[in-house]
């Protein structure tokens, strides 16, 4: 293993650890679904600027062979658990504008470590546009946090579901791709065949999460034809991607995976739809 790599993992378990601190501190489940909305706005905002517009390159050196792939892993350190932990941590902690500051600093000089050692690649990115775009995110953040403190319905209760459920959808998706090579997509929007499967990749999860949160939030008494309307919905889709050659898949359990696993997703994503829809009152009433 590359001393690169013990950069990011060091990153990543001390945003676990704070992650863990938090849960245990807080009410646990209002804090973990504040996570996930925050990591699901990180993708969002990673989508833009780093997948489609190329504003930086990380070098953990954990996958080899293909260097987007292994970038990834480091845009996933930053976007998945260190950015999102930091934001929830503010917020649960109510802590003002002196420790949202010290964290953007923080952010910035571990921006700065790793350009100067030579594990992260600026292109016409700048540090101090994190330290603009910090202020904004746990600005979002704080006010997020309030909706999540009442019970929530109608458009607002549908969004945040989306943004708690597509993490999920999102990361389930990509990792196999990205360790096992067992599928690839090939939109031709980018030359190396890494980067064009992880621009798809932002696309299909996306459209994926619609689908299993438009389930959830149906009214059918009967659960089993939401799972079948599910699996197949997921399976034609396989087959579209495939038959118009976008898809190729490498290994023989892909499909079955990439049909059966949003199953688990649609479990997780209605568990937390009752979640938000309760409010934390009742949620601990009924516990």
């Known amino acids: 293993m590359s001393h690169n790599s013990y950069w990011y993992i060091g990153l990543s378990l001390i945003s676990l650890s704070l992650l863990a601190y938090i849960c245990f501190r807080k009410n646990t489940i209002r804090s973990f679904l504040h ?25 953990p050196k954990i996958i080899k062979n293909f260097a987007y792939y292994d970038s990834n892993i480091g845009a996933l350190t930053s976007n998945m658990f260190a950015v999102p932990a930091a934001a929830t941590f503010l917020t649960t902690f109510q802590l003002g504008w002196f420790w949202k500051i010290v964290f953007i600093g923080l952010f910035a000089g571990v921006e700065w470590l790793f350009v100067k050692l030579h594990i992260y690649t600026l292109y016409w990115w700048r540090i ?39 993490p999920f959808l999102g990361t389930f998706h990509i990792i196999p791709i990205m360790v096992f090579r067992n599928r690839f997509y090939h939109p031709g929007w980018f030359t190396d065949p890494a980067h064009d499967t992880t621009a798809f990749a ?86």
């Open 128 to 166: 101090e546009y994190t330290s603009l775009g910090l202020p904004i995110y746990f600005m979002v953040a704080k006010r997020i946090y309030s909706d999540l403190l009442q019970p929530l319905k109608g458009w607002l209760h549908s969004l945040l579901l989306f943004m708690c459920t597509a």
């Open 35 to 59: 996570f996930l909305i925050m990591v699901q706005i990180a993708y969002i905002i990673e989508t833009v600027i780093y997948i489609y517009l190329g504003s930086y390159q990380y070098h």
């Open 202 to 287: 932002s696309i299909y999860y996306v459209f994926g999460t619609l689908i299993v949160i438009t389930l959830v939030k149906l009214r059918w008494k009967q659960g089993w034809i939401k799972l079948c309307v599910l699996t197949a919905s997921f399976y034609i889709l396989t087959l579209v991607l495939k038959n118009s050659e976008i898809l190729d898949i490498r290994v023989w359990w892909d499909p079955y995976y990439y049909v059966l696993f949003p199953l688990l997703i649609y479990v997780i994503s209605k568990a937390i739809s009752k979640r938000l829809s309760f409010g934390p009152s009742q949620a601990s009433n009924n516990a």
